[in-house]
């Protein structure tokens, strides 16, 4: 099946810091997206890319849609408290979204 | 972007008994999905809930064990039969347009605990 691989699992930074997390897949996406998940909360979308080598900016989030289309990062920039959560990457085919495992990010005022 | 609202929030339950989960959207969506996540783990989809037609199950999951209703284009529900504390996990109803994904937006999610 389709299976994404997302890293870090966890990631624990300094306020003001960058953070960058990436997604890999055996498979090819057509879409690829980034998702936040805050506690007792359903994921919210951040960011959704549609072409290969696509880079998208949303305030200070980044995200890249690989040239292989194999592949997504995104890229958090001068993070603050509440960048807290679980960022999930998703691969979309045909109606069909598969998540990443997340990367849990603590930011430390 | 559309408010789904899931019912209940959480709940907790005995090994053996059925719980029911309502997930209510305010706009006429043409899908609406069902997704499992274990403690800690990502989402994985259960189905996909088709209006007025048996919902499309993925690898793994069975309708006699995850039974689903799509009677309308708002509304949808997943019930988790016979539970077993493996069964423990945040249930979430997932709505968007057919092939357009940045359309799919997220319920609250329900979390269930097995005991």
């Known amino acids: 099946g389709q299976q994404l691989n997302q890293s870090p699992q966890s990631m624990f930074i300094q306020e003001g810091e960058d953070v960058s997390m990436n997604c890999t897949s055996s498979s090819i996406f057509n879409t690829w997206l980034w998702y936040k998940q805050d506690p007792g909360e359903g994921p919210v979308l951040l960011i959704a890319l549609y072409k290969a080598g696509e880079l998208t900016s949303n305030g200070r989030l980044t995200a890249q849609f690989g040239i292989t289309r194999k592949d997504s990062f995104l890229n958090i920039s001068a993070s603050i408290p509440s960048d807290v959560g679980i960022y999930f990457c998703?691969?979309?085919?045909?109606?069909?979204?598969?998540f990443g495992a997340g990367t849990r990010l603590t930011v430390k005022p | 972007s559309a408010v789904i609202s899931q019912k209940p929030s959480r709940d907790i339950c005995q090994r053996g008994t059925s719980l029911t989960i309502q997930c209510q959207v305010d706009s006429q969506v043409t899908m609406m999905f069902w997704y499992r996540q274990q403690p800690g783990q990502s989402l994985t989809l259960i189905a996909t809930a088709n209006q007025g037609s048996e919902a499309t199950y993925e690898s793994g999951f069975v309708i006699d064990k995850f039974p689903i209703s799509r009677p309308n284009l708002t509304f949808s529900t997943l019930t988790v039969s016979n539970m077993s504390p493996e069964d423990s996990s945040i249930y979430l109803c997932?709505?968007?347009?057919?092939?357009?994904?940045?359309?799919?937006?997220f319920g609250p999610g329900t979390r269930l605990t097995v005991l």
């Open positions: 997932s709505v968007g347009l057919a092939g357009v994904p940045d359309t799919q937006y």
């Open positions: 998703a691969g979309y085919n045909n109606n069909d979204m598969r």
